[in-house]
């Protein structure tokens, strides 16, 4: 379930082949530090944790009906949030993410 | 429900009709809940979070109507709001629901086992030795688990999140235009999540390129 960044690699491959077209036929590579560099990193650990809250899914109010009917809060849900099984698009939907959380 | 549900990226990659996101997600309107409201949609859909907290000359304005002009400030209603379920009143049960969890949580969850298996208490409070660098919140994310009231936590949740959100952004050079644009994410190859260089040491950012 967690985003772990390993698609970075097409950009990263276009950044370095423009950088070798850019030297004048000498296959030069830039100096300066890029973004994609600083991400490889890492994230800071702020945004790491933060990314766990931002999948976090037992602070919505239906597992809270869940706790008072006598669930514990490390407890498998039995059965997730309906709408959370389906992804809504203009079109038809499709199955959720995060059917069953 | 979490914000992921709405704020989508490379979930739908493999899906027909599907493709890459930038933190959004494929509705006119974001559902919502079911509650004893009828509600079945927000307001509008989730905007996308890639670049969407640039500086820029008029100010930080957020949601499509200018709602919100912080992270936290957006952050913390949808927590305790209508898009976790929560009706108009139960700000004070969402806070103090959402504080429980943090307490309570053992780590034994598979959403933990993709961040080190640790305690929300353990990784907020951020004291213990045995978590590992790359789970160690700097101080100023950190609450006191132990003695905290809810809105402590609450706040240091959002807090989070919003330094989660705010980190989003196209990777670039150090020119500053993006290398990575919306058309090529829409290849689906790409996450096109980096890190602002001059962000980050509080460069300025190209006057188009913040409009």
Same mark, same amino acid.
């Given at each position: 379930?967690?985003?772990?960044?390993?698609?970075?690699?097409?950009?990263s491959?276009?950044?370095?082949?423009?950088?070798?077209l850019?030297g004048?036929?000498?296959?030069?590579?830039?100096?300066?530090?890029?973004?994609?560099?600083?991400?490889?990193?890492?994230?800071p650990?702020?945004?790491?944790?933060?990314?766990?809250? *931002?999948?976090?899914?037992?602070?919505?109010? *239906?597992?809270?009906?869940?706790?008072?009917?006598?669930?514990?809060?490390?407890?498998?849900f039995?059965?997730?949030?309906?709408?959370?099984?389906?992804?809504?698009?203009v079109?038809e939907? *499709?199955?959720?993410? *995060?059917?069953?959380? | 429900?979490?914000?992921?549900?709405?704020?989508?990226?490379?979930?739908?990659?493999? =899906?027909?009709?599907?493709?890459?996101?930038?933190?959004?997600? #494929?509705?006119?309107?974001?559902?919502?809940?079911?509650? &004893?409201?009828?509600?079945?949609?927000? @307001?509008?859909?989730s905007?996308?979070?890639?670049?969407? =907290?640039?500086?820029?000359?008029?100010?930080? +304005?957020?949601?499509?109507?200018?709602? #919100?002009? =912080?992270t936290?400030?957006?952050?913390?209603?949808t927590?305790?709001?209508?898009?976790?379920?929560?009706? @108009?009143?139960?700000?004070?049960?969402a806070?103090?629901?959402?504080?429980?969890?943090?307490? &309570?949580?053992?780590?034994?969850? @598979?959403?933990?086992?993709?961040?080190?298996?640790?305690?929300?208490?353990?990784?907020?409070?951020?004291?213990?030795?045995?978590?590992?660098?790359?789970?160690r919140?700097?101080e100023?994310?950190?609450?006191?688990?132990?003695?905290?009231?809810d809105?402590?936590i #609450?706040?240091?949740?959002?807090?989070?999140?919003?330094?989660? =959100? &705010?980190?989003l952004? #196209?990777?670039?050079?150090?020119?500053? @235009?993006?290398?990575?644009?919306?058309?090529?994410?829409?290849?689906?190859k790409?996450?096109?999540?980096?890190? +602002?260089?001059?962000?980050?040491?509080g460069?300025?950012?190209?006057?188009?390129?913040?409009r």
């Amino acid at each position: 379930m967690r985003f772990t960044n390993e698609h970075l690699s097409l950009p990263s491959l276009c950044v370095t082949f423009l950088a070798l077209l850019s030297g004048n036929g000498s296959f030069a590579i830039p100096s300066p530090v890029l973004a994609q560099d600083i991400e490889e990193a890492g994230d800071p650990s702020e945004i790491v944790i933060g990314e766990r809250l *931002f999948l976090e899914t037992r602070f919505a109010q *239906f597992f809270k009906q869940f706790v008072d009917r006598g669930g514990m809060t490390n407890q498998p849900f039995p059965t997730g949030d309906p709408v959370m099984n389906t992804t809504v698009t203009v079109g038809e939907p *499709f199955p959720g993410p *995060f059917a069953g959380y | 429900m979490n914000c992921r549900a709405c704020h989508l990226v490379d979930e739908p990659l493999d =899906t027909s009709s599907g493709g890459m996101r930038t933190y959004t997600d #494929f509705a006119r309107r974001s559902p919502v809940p079911v509650r &004893e409201d009828g509600a079945t949609v927000a @307001p509008r859909n989730s905007p996308p979070l890639v670049n969407a =907290t640039l500086p820029r000359a008029g100010g930080l +304005l957020l949601h499509f109507d200018a709602e #919100f002009p =912080t992270t936290a400030d957006l952050i913390k209603p949808t927590f305790a709001g209508r898009n976790f379920c929560w009706l @108009p009143g139960e700000s004070a049960q969402a806070i103090s629901h959402l504080a429980k969890i943090i307490r &309570e949580d053992d780590g034994s969850g @598979p959403l933990a086992s993709d961040f080190g298996k640790l305690p929300y208490y353990v990784v907020l409070t951020g004291t213990d030795p045995s978590i590992p660098g790359e789970f160690r919140i700097p101080e100023p994310f950190r609450v006191s688990v132990a003695t905290a009231t809810d809105a402590e936590i #609450f706040n240091a949740v959002a807090n989070l999140v919003s330094a989660c =959100t &705010e980190g989003l952004v #196209f990777s670039q050079d150090e020119t500053g @235009p993006s290398i990575c644009p919306p058309t090529m994410c829409s290849w689906g190859k790409t996450a096109c999540r980096g890190l +602002l260089p001059g962000r980050r040491a509080g460069l300025p950012i190209a006057g188009d390129y913040s409009r």
